[in-house]
């Protein structure tokens, strides 16, 4: 048996409190990136990957409350140079959320809520864009898109 | 190149320098063996001597590579000088050529399988975890450290302690490597012991059945320690054999027989407690057969005794020492101590006692055919494994049977298929003897039950009866074992884990502590994981996290006593009821005390007690909402929290920050009056929910973890408590540092 204890430092509330939200962003840098790709995905270079016309991703969701579609992605110089103005059209299981489109190349990020009925808790969700220009290299025939960083949805 | 023959020289020179030192304390005592059986049983016999010394290396800190090849190189080199290395003995009735005709290609190519598997990189889930981890771990240190926060480093490791030697030559090979060394003494002994009885084909057969056992390949070709155990045990069996048989000749040095049963019963203890049970089986041998000799009864005894303590108390003075608890990491009720909880002991057995093998009566066919759910199968022939009683026919097969039976009387406490290894040599004799033991018969019998054995336990056959993920061998790996492919090309495409433990090594600083909600194979890693069940403050940092999501463990419920106005100077909540559920424990997160609606603050003057769990009273005083002191075993009548506010002090309320997890539980609170009698102020509170709308447990939790100087902490993808983090680590106060091989590192905010 230990001799009795003095109390010990008492704990203060935190001031910073933040509340729970639930995030479900597939980094291109991930460890287990390669384990949520569904379809036109390249390898990774860094941080980043290129893509196809249509990449997509496969994300777990505990719940369909409050979500927002996040994707973080590059529109490249050199490919806007022949591709001129692009539209992507931003999908979560197959629904059309938005489009929008880019006269400048870039780093941008998009964002949009998502409607409850699309997307079941507990359940996978698939999330992509798509992109209405694609470039093809004229040495190997590869139909570049642009460059992901980041996609999936999170609660806001 | 260099790691695989690395590893052989290691292994070699380990098992050389156990024939050695066994070989020269026969000598020494003077005993004669059959030229057959001196290698296993001086194998063995040497390994007892060899762990202690390599116990004592470490406990004087000086483990370096160097002083462990000079003791290693210093005991053969005396062997040889003093003539104990030369194969000598009496000699024996050869072979029949027939026998040798079925055993040489029987066993060579089990033993081409065993080899390479060894040879090859070690990736066995314990292997690569504890039994190396551990031997990897002292040797950085030069010597044992004093872990308290794994329950692994507590447990007797007689085995591992020639890993260590191994391992500083030859790295994880080497350990694996010497493991096998134990399974080829223990096939010899069974062979030799046939002999003995004049029974060639029966020892024959029955090492055969032991020896190509699917379960017996895998475990015996890793850096495990069942089979070592079995050895161990089956010599100390055999040195019975041999004290009875010299005591009933006559012979002098009969008495000097008892040394090595002495060393050998305690070399069990030290292998893994759960062989302790061969002492009591040695004693009472020993007793038995000298019943009639009165003092020499005695003398006996004692000489036994004497000699097995010199293997077991090393250990229990390691443990004592360390975690105050001789037999750690059982008997914490007993022996109470910091560092694990009763409780632990509880889920632990309950766990080793199911193996999801929910109706007990599969279990035959589960560890012979099956193996999917405890983890590997003994082969098909042990369907047949009844037919052994029919030895009770002979003396010999009574007394292998009791041996046996004793060995197998803790098996429904762990009934994982390799926890039937150390019985399976007496029952596989016992088979052998009850078939091949007729007249004629007995020879051709035993071939085919050999060759079926074979056939029925090769890994391409196994593999066809058994369920599809059991724990056992493929095929021979020779491109893995002279590293023809690399190992670490091998270790990750292989092993999962592997990357994992890597991974952990690259990202965490060294010296970094880090809080896993799973392990790693840690003879892989450099850095101290505190990981689930394996320690007191694992489970308690832990249940920290758990009581921030799972409902049931959260605060949610305030229970108040209220009672007139009373000074006294100590106030206690007591538990009153008896409960019906093992699990019940009593928990609470914060323990307050009122007068007229105001909290009385805390002060450096107050004394806090708990009983149980004593250590973590400050769980409940902390103004943490995350923390909580919990009993950590079944919650008893006189459980209580205790209160010395150092002076008189006037108190109408107390008030406790609970969770509904528990139930059954009556409490009451006390105040200790004058004459030091507990007076009874109130019982049946009044509980209300709490209101914890705005109060981020997660975060609360995690600086608590941090508080405690882990700045780090480890998630497997497939716990449920990995989704939650990983959906939201900012609210958890984590950073992801690295994902990657079924894990994930966080960094915990500062």
């Given at each position: 048996m230990p001799a009795p204890y003095a109390p010990p430092e008492q704990r203060q509330p935190f001031e910073n409190f933040a509340p729970y939200r639930i995030h479900r962003i597939v980094n291109m840098?991930?460890?287990?990136?390669?384990?949520?790709f569904v379809r036109d995905i390249g390898g990774l270079a860094g941080t980043w990957r290129w893509t196809g016309k249509h990449p997509e991703v496969r994300v777990f969701l505990r719940t369909n409350q409050m979500l927002r579609y996040v994707i973080d992605f590059t529109i490249v110089e050199a490919t806007f140079k022949d591709t001129g103005p692009v539209t992507l059209s931003f999908f979560v299981n197959g629904h059309l959320l938005d489009k929008a489109t880019y006269t400048a190349p870039g780093s941008r990020h998009f964002e949009a809520p998502v409607p409850e009925e699309w997307v079941e808790a507990g359940k996978e969700a698939t999330v992509g864009a798509e992109i209405d220009k694609v470039w093809v290299s004229p040495a190997d025939h590869a139909a570049l898109g642009f460059i992901l960083t980041a996609i999936g949805l999170r609660q806001k | 190149m260099i790691s695989a023959l690395a590893a052989l020289l290691g292994a070699a020179l380990t098992a050389a320098a156990c024939y050695a030192a066994g070989a020269m304390l026969i000598d020494r005592l003077g005993i004669t063996l059959r030229r057959f059986e001196r290698v296993p049983l001086a194998f063995t016999l040497g390994a007892a001597c060899l762990h202690l010394a390599i116990f004592a290396i470490l406990t004087l800190q000086i483990a370096y590579w160097p002083v462990l090849t000079v003791l290693l190189l210093s005991v053969v080199a005396s062997a040889v000088a003093t003539g104990?290395?030369?194969?000598?003995?009496e000699p024996e009735e050869p072979l029949s050529l027939n026998l040798k005709r079925v055993c040489i290609p029987l066993f060579g190519i089990f033993t081409l399988l065993y080899f390479f598997h060894a040879w090859a990189p070690e990736i066995s889930p314990d292997g690569s975890g504890y039994h190396l981890g551990y031997v990897a771990r002292y040797l950085r240190a030069h010597g044992f450290e004093r872990v308290?926060?794994?329950?692994?480093?507590?447990?007797?490791?007689g085995i591992e302690m020639l890993f260590v030697p191994a391992f500083a030559i030859g790295k994880h090979s080497a350990g694996a490597l010497v493991h096998l060394a134990f399974l080829a003494a223990l096939a010899l002994a069974m062979l030799a012991y046939g002999r003995r009885l004049g029974k060639h084909w029966v020892g024959a057969a029955a090492a055969f059945l032991t020896y190509a056992s699917p379960v017996v390949g895998i475990d015996g070709s890793s850096a495990y320690n069942d089979v070592g155990v079995a050895a161990v045990v089956f010599s100390t069996f055999y040195w019975l054999e041999i004290w009875d048989a010299t005591r009933q000749a006559g012979d002098l040095p009969h008495q000097r027989a008892l040394v090595p049963i002495g060393l050998m019963a305690g070399y069990c203890y030290a292998t893994k407690?759960?062989?302790?049970v061969m002492l009591l089986f040695a004693l009472g041998f020993v007793a038995w057969r000298t019943r009639k000799l009165g003092r020499e009864r005695l003398r006996s005894l004692a000489t036994v005794f004497l000699f097995s303590s010199l293997m077991i108390v090393p250990w229990m003075l390691k443990d004592w020492i360390i975690v105050?608890?001789?037999i750690a990491p059982f008997g914490n009720a007993i022996?109470?101590?910091?560092?694990?909880?009763p409780i632990f002991e509880k889920e632990y057995s309950d766990d080793l006692r199911s193996y999801g093998v929910t109706?007990?009566?599969?279990l035959p066919l589960e560890v012979t055919i099956r193996g999917g759910k405890t983890q590997g199968l003994l082969g098909m022939?042990?369907?047949?494994?009844?037919?052994?009683?029919?030895?009770?026919?002979?003396r010999h097969g009574r007394r292998l049977l009791a041996a046996g039976l004793v060995l197998g009387a803790f098996y429904f406490a762990n009934i994982g298929t390799r926890f039937l290894i150390p019985p399976l040599p007496f029952v596989s004799l016992a088979m052998a003897l009850a078939i091949g033991?007729?007249?004629?018969?007995g020879p051709p019998l035993l071939a085919a039950l050999m060759l079926f054995h074979a056939a029925s336990s090769w890994p391409a056959e196994m593999h066809r009866y058994s369920?599809?993920?059991?724990?056992g061998l493929n095929h021979i790996m020779f491109n893995q074992a002279l590293r023809l492919i690399p190992q670490e090309k091998y270790l990750r495409e292989s092993d999962r884990d592997y990357g994992a433990a890597r991974l952990v090594e690259a990202r965490v600083p060294e010296g970094e502590v880090i809080l896993g909600l799973r392990g790693v194979p840690y003879s892989y890693c450099n850095r101290e994981i505190l990981s689930t069940y394996q320690s007191a403050l694992s489970q308690t940092l832990i249940d920290f996290i758990n009581a921030s999501i799972i409902e049931d463990y959260e605060p949610t419920v305030v229970e108040s006593f209220k009672f007139p106005e009373r000074s006294a100077r100590r106030f206690r909540v007591l538990q009153t009821a008896t409960v019906s559920d093992a699990n019940a424990q009593w928990s609470v997160h914060e323990l307050r005390f009122f007068d007229r609606g105001m909290e009385i603050p805390r002060r450096p003057e107050w004394r806090l007690q708990a009983?149980?769990?004593?250590?973590?009273?400050?769980l409940a005083f902390?103004?943490?909402?995350a923390t909580r002191w919990r009993?950590?075993?079944?919650?008893?009548?006189?459980d209580y929290l205790d209160v010395d506010f150092g002076g008189d002090q006037q108190v109408d309320e107390v008030r406790l920050d609970t969770?509904?997890?528990?139930?059954?539980i009556r409490l009451q609170v006390e105040a200790l009056d004058s004459s030091g009698k507990w007076v009874l102020l109130a019982r049946d509170p009044k509980a209300v929910l709490a209101?914890?709308?705005?109060?981020s447990l997660r975060r609360a939790a995690t600086y608590e973890i941090n508080a405690r100087g882990i700045h780090y902490l480890l998630t497997g993808d497939d716990d449920f408590r990995a989704d939650d983090i990983r959906d939201d680590p900012e609210a958890w106060g984590l950073t992801e540092v690295a994902s990657g091989d079924g894990i994930r590192i966080y960094k915990v905010a500062q």
């Open positions: 840098a991930d460890g287990d990136a390669e384990k949520h | 104990s290395w030369r194969l000598r003995g308290t926060t794994d329950m692994y480093a507590t447990l007797s490791e407690y759960t062989a302790f105050q608890n001789p022996f109470r101590n910091p560092y694990f909880h109706d007990k009566r599969q022939t042990f369907l047949a494994a009844p037919l052994a009683l029919l030895a009770l026919r002979y033991s007729g007249p004629g018969t369920d599809k993920f059991v724990w009983w149980t769990n004593p250590w973590e009273v400050q902390d103004n943490s909402l009993t950590w075993e079944t919650v008893k009548p006189g969770s509904p997890d528990y139930y059954e209101d914890r709308g705005n109060y």
